[in-house]
Each structure stands twice: as C-alpha cells, then as structure tokens.
C-alpha cells in the first residue's frame, strides 16, 4: 500500500514537472528554447532526420547483470538495438526524451516524434526526441531463436537497463556534441507497461535519468490474469 501511494505521488510529481515543462517554465538543468533565435545549432539540417526517420543502432549487452544468478547462463555478447530519433526542434542545451518503445517495434511509434506529449516538449524546450525499440520486439532480438534459455534475458530489469545505456552511450548522427546522460538530462516518457517501465527506470536509475512521464504507467503485477 504504502509503496503503491510513494509510485502514485511520484507520477503526479512528474506530470506536474511535465506541464511546468511545456508551460515554458524555467527547469535547472537545460535552456529553455527561445523561439524565433537564429541560435546556432549542433545539428545540421540533413542531420535532423526528418520523417520517415533513417533507423539506427546501437551495440547493446545482452546481459546488464553478469554477476546475478537469475541470469545463469550468461552471455557477453552485445546485439543491435535499433532506435529512431528527431531533432527538427533541438538546440544546444535542450533536454533528450526518450520515448521507451514498449511491447512492439519502434518504426509503428514513429508518429509519436510527430505529435502528442513528446512533440510538444521538444517544440517547448528546444529538445531532442528518440525512440528506442524494446529488446525481442521489431529488429532487436537478440538471439536467432527462442528458446528458454535465450527469453531469460527479456525482464523489465533488463530493458530499462537497456535505457540507462543507452543515455550514458549513444551519439546520434550528425549531432556534433555530446547528448549523454547525465550531462544532457535525460527525461523518459512511456504508457501503459512502457510507463511502468519509465517508472521503474527513474526508481532503479535516478542517478542517471533526470525525470520521467508514466502514463497510465502499470503498477501492480499478476501472475496470470482471467480477467484479461
Ligand atoms: C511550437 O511552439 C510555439 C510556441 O508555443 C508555437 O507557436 C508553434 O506553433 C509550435 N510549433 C509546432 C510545430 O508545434
Ligand atoms: C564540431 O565541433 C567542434 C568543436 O566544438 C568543431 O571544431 C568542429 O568543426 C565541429 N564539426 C562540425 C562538422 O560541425
């Protein structure tokens, strides 16, 4: 209970640093975008990836947790994690939102660089969006099977493992500076188990990520679920 009222007070706090944003509020941290300013920009205008977005990827380790039981067998090896991203609004000294891909591939998210919350922020803070794909979901499976041996690495605890790298590592194309985290804040958006997965992100990897939006975020968890 007590644990669901501290999840519960920590979504509301982040809707609210959410609407400060887009209201143009003053946030520590990065610059607000001010608009109409020939700014000079990090990125050249054939690097901003207009729609329909280029893919990318990164070299991600299969396994984030070499030293834990639960993931016995174990593996070094790294597979390629695609992402997608848009700096048509991005000014040096924006923040980055990482739109976390949820249960299916990142190319049927793209919309969402295009409209609705993530949009929004980035036209209102000068930032840059992306969308990294979900491990196992469109291009980023890891293994060429699936075998139970290789679905052991698919946990939540794994995937926003996966969004923490990917802050601290990633260098977009085109973009002549560095955006990691956490010198670049880094402000994760998600709905439904994507927004559990935020949540669970900021809780796990705070000192890496510097905020999150958990819509509809899920919360509790079942084991088997009739009811669905
Ligand atoms: C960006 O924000 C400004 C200021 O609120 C607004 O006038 C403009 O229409 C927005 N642009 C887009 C593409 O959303
Ligand atoms: C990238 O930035 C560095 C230093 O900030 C500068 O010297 C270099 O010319 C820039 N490169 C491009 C392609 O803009």
């Not at 969308?131 to 605890?157: A, K, M, Q």
Request: glycine share 10%.
């Amino acid at each position: 209970m007590a644990r669901s009222v501290r999840q519960a007070t920590l979504l509301l706090l982040l809707c609210g640093f959410a609407s400060q944003t887009a209201q143009g509020a003053d946030v520590p941290g990065f610059r607000r975008r001010r608009h109409g300013d020939a700014a000079e920009t990090g990125a050249t205008l054939a690097a901003r990836q207009p729609p329909p977005y280029p893919d990318n990827v990164i070299d991600m380790p299969v396994d984030h947790y070499p030293l834990d039981d639960r993931y016995k067998p174990h593996t070094t090896a790294t597979f390629q994690q695609h992402y997608l991203f848009d700096a048509t609004y991005y000014q040096p000294g924006g923040p980055v939102f990482l739109y976390v891909g949820g249960e299916t591939s990142a190319r049927s998210r793209a919309s969402n660089l295009q409209t609705g919350i993530v949009q929004i922020l980035m036209n209102a803070t000068g930032g840059l969006g992306v969308i990294l794909e979900n491990r196992y979901y469109g291009n980023s499976y890891p293994f060429d099977d699936s075998t139970t041996d290789h679905l052991v690495y698919l946990t939540n605890e794994q995937t926003i493992a996966d969004a923490a790298y990917f802050a601290q590592h990633v260098v977009f194309p085109g973009i002549n500076e560095s955006l990691t985290a956490p010198g670049t804040p880094w402000i994760l958006y998600g709905g439904s188990l994507a927004g559990g997965q935020t949540a669970m992100a900021l809780k796990a990897h705070g000192d890496v990520l510097y905020a999150g939006i958990a819509s509809s975020g899920i919360i509790s968890v079942k084991l088997e679920y009739p009811e669905w």
